[in-house]
C-alpha cells in the first residue's frame, strides 16, 4: 500500500534530476471558472515533462543486475525521453522503441540523451510489441510505459488555502498518484470524478 512516507521516499530519490516547480495562478483560468487555479509548469523539466520523474525513481529501484542488463521501453514521446535520460544518469544502456510516427523532434531529443533509439510499426501497440520481443531475445530489462503511482513522487504541490484540488492531465497514472499522495496528506481530502458538463 502506498503510503506519505513512500512518497516521500521517492521525492527525495528524483529530486536529484528534476527541479521544483512551483504552482504558477492562473488569472485567465480563475477568472474564468469563478474559483483559484493554479498551473504546475512540468514542462519546465529537462526532459520537458513531468514522465522523467516515473522514469528515475523506477529505474532506481531495479538491480544493479537489472540495469547492467539495458533497458528497453516503447514510447511514441515524454515517456521515452523520460527513460533514456534516467537511464543515462545510472550509466545503463537505453533502447527505446518507437512507431515509425513519431515527430522527429522527439525521436531527436530521446537520441539526444544516449538511447538507442529503434522506429517500429505504426502505432504504439506494434512499436511495444517489438520491445518486448527484443526484450526476450536480448535480456533487456523491460521499462513499463505506465506511470507508477509513487513515480510522480511528491510533485511536491503545496495547495493553497482553498477547498478543492483539480487535475487535467493526458495521464491518468499522474492524476491517480497526486491524488493518492494529497488524500494522504490531507485527512478532509475527497476525491472522485467531477459531474460533467
Do not use: W
Request: proline share 3%; charged share 25%.
Amino acid at each position: 500500500m502506498l503510503t506519505l512516507e513512500s512518497f516521500e521516499e521517492a521525492a527525495e530519490i528524483v529530486k536529484q534530476v528534476t527541479q521544483e516547480t512551483k504552482l504558477i495562478k492562473s488569472a485567465y483560468f480563475s477568472e474564468l471558472t469563478g474559483n483559484k487555479v493554479f498551473l504546475k509548469p512540468e514542462n519546465m523539466q529537462r526532459t520537458g515533462a513531468y514522465k522523467v520523474r516515473g522514469a528515475y525513481y523506477k529505474i532506481s529501484t531495479l538491480s544493479e543486475e537489472e540495469r547492467a542488463k539495458g533497458l528497453i521501453a516503447a514510447s511514441a514521446g515524454n515517456h521515452a525521453q523520460g527513460v533514456a535520460y534516467a537511464a543515462h544518469k545510472f550509466g545503463a544502456k537505453a533502447v527505446i522503441v518507437m512507431p515509425t510516427t513519431t515527430p522527429l523532434i522527439k525521436v531527436e531529443r530521446t537520441k539526444s540523451y544516449g538511447a538507442e533509439v529503434i522506429l517500429k510499426g505504426d502505432v504504439y501497440d506494434e512499436a511495444c510489441a517489438y520491445a518486448l520481443e527484443l526484450a526476450e531475445k536480448e535480456g533487456y530489462t523491460y521499462r513499463r510505459r505506465k506511470v507508477y503511482d509513487g513515480s510522480v513522487a511528491q510533485a511536491n504541490v503545496r495547495i493553497p488555502a482553498g477547498r478543492g484540488l483539480g487535475a487535467k492531465s493526458g495521464a491518468h497514472g499522474q492524476v491517480r498518484g497526486e491524488a493518492r499522495r494529497t488524500a494522504s496528506s490531507y485527512q478532509d481530502v475527497q476525491h472522485g470524478r467531477p459531474d460533467r458538463r
